[in-house]
């Protein structure tokens, strides 16, 4: 099999691990807060990793690794995998998969302006920045939508009008309707202005942090394009020596903010959850997109990897009842085929 083929084969495993992970995350999130689920998950991998890596004898090769090669993995590894995925975490929590995600995949996107910037043997296409443009587009509409991801209870309408003040705060129903029967039951409720500062608030945070937790793996993905020219040791092991550093980063930022409403609920239920997507994201995706990145451009791997709201999206509506419209749908579209336009150049 030619590299070329691996490659692309190992970014689309990516792809499909990272989608089921994020579904698994945002389902434990009510408990975990963004530190409690990132610590959980850098020690399991930390872990896995080093057993593995002893298994297959190549313990004491870790330390062989040169700092040229061994600082932008570790750099990439705290870009993307601490600040990135904590912040990640953070959107998942305020604005839902269907929102965070598609965000937050466009990373590619930055990955190739980098590419073009850092690296020579990238030549740059008008036809990719057709494809940014797509994307940016797509990311207009997501942001547009009405619908917030963590607030969804219910698909049906209610019709009691003796609900109505609380279907609006709970977001489950259409508001014209509500606006119409909640002015017949009680004339001097005033509903256009139902909908709390609050919720605006949380939407363009959730925005934000998706923006810049983008902007993280983008950094980290080229770091570890240029990490991985600089030595010859297996990715297993180079895996196995960039993740035992991040623990204590973890545990650090996990002790400093564990504390009030961000304090975690630690259950057996929860943990082995989130333990499992340590496996499944942290271990087995992170060896294979290293794998891709080593036999294809970094850009063209992060952009098959971003395809993931396709698994993600219907998941998340599938088996954590979020809700989506016609803006989301199409937000959703724009940007996966915004993708497709950059890997096929």
């Known amino acids: 099999m030619d590299p070329q083929t691996i490659g692309v084969i190992a970014a689309i495993g990516n792809m499909l691990l990272s989608g089921i992970v994020t579904v698994i995350i945002k389902a434990q999130g009510k408990d975990l807060k963004p530190s409690g689920l990132l610590l959980i998950q850098t020690i399991v991998s930390s872990i896995s990793f080093l057993i593995i890596v002893s298994a297959i004898g190549d313990f004491m090769l870790m330390f062989t690794i040169g700092w040229k090669a061994l600082l932008p993995l570790i750099s990439a590894a705290i870009m993307g995998i601490i600040i990135g995925n904590l912040l990640y975490f953070a959107s998942l929590q305020l604005i839902g998969v269907s929102k965070a995600y598609p965000i937050a995949m466009t990373y590619p996107l930055l990955t190739y302006i980098f590419e073009v910037i850092f690296f020579p043997e990238v030549s740059f296409e008008w036809l990719k920045l057709l494809g940014i443009a797509v994307v940016i587009i797509g ?57 709390p500062p609050l919720f605006k608030s949380k939407l363009v945070l959730g925005i934000v942090l998706s923006i810049i937790s983008s902007v993280t793996w983008a950094t980290g993905t080229a770091l570890i394009k240029y990490g991985l020219q600089q030595t010859d040791v297996n990715i297993v092991t180079l895996n196995g020596a960039r993740m035992a550093f991040l623990v204590p980063i973890s545990l650090v930022i996990f002790l400093s903010t564990n504390r009030g409403k961000n304090k975690s609920k630690f259950t057996w239920k929860n943990i082995s959850f989130v333990a499992i997507s340590a496996l499944l994201g942290l271990v087995v995706a992170n060896i294979i997109y290293l794998l891709a990145i080593k036999n294809i451009e970094a850009s063209t791997t992060a952009a098959i990897a971003a395809s993931g709201p396709l698994i993600a999206t219907p998941l998340s509506i599938l088996f954590l009842k979020e809700r989506v419209d016609w803006k989301i749908i199409i937000g959703t579209l724009l940007t996966i085929g915004g993708i497709i336009i950059v890997i096929i150049i």
């Open 139 to 195: 990311i207009v509409f997501i942001s547009l939508s009405k619908v917030n991801g963590d607030n969804s209870k219910s698909k049906e309408p209610i019709l009691d009008a003796s609900k109505n003040e609380n279907a609006i705060s709970e977001g489950t129903i259409d508001t014209k309707i509500v606006e119409i029967e909640t002015k017949i039951s009680n004339p001097e409720i005033d509903t256009r202005n139902q909908n």
